[in-house]
């Protein structure tokens, strides 16, 4: 599999949205199991935001549950992540990353794109 290639950050105001958009540039991996969100705050671990299995099981950080919604397109081709009711802890670089069967940590990732909220 390519790289992963995120689109859709930008500068937004507090209670505004926006929505992300990964693609795999070679197509994803015929293996892939988990297609997941992360985020990375300066100084700050990175974080698992969102994820969801090919079977279309979800997973959200409680900060984030009721206000993001990951998803995936009818044809598999591409990953969104739906920011609603954005606040300034929400903050921080945004990276597409990807896993497969029988593989603990994600083996693909994109090049991040940053979300910036301000009050």
């Known amino acids: 599999q390519g790289q992963l290639v995120e689109s859709g950050g930008g500068s937004v105001q507090a209670g505004g949205s926006l929505r992300l958009s990964c693609t795999a540039a070679?197509?994803?991996?015929?293996?892939?199991?988990?297609r997941g969100w992360f985020r990375r705050a300066p100084g700050k671990e990175r974080e698992r935001v969102a994820a969801v299995n090919i079977y279309g099981t979800t997973s959200y950080a409680g900060s984030v549950k009721g206000r993001f919604i990951i998803s995936l397109d009818d044809s598999k081709n591409t990953l969104y992540l739906q920011m609603n009711n954005l606040q300034q802890g929400d903050t921080g670089m945004y990276y597409c990353a990807a896993r497969d069967y029988g593989v603990v940590e994600y083996n693909y990732w994109g090049q991040g794109t940053q979300v910036t909220v301000s009050s």
């Open positions: 070679s197509g994803w991996s015929s293996d892939v199991y988990w």
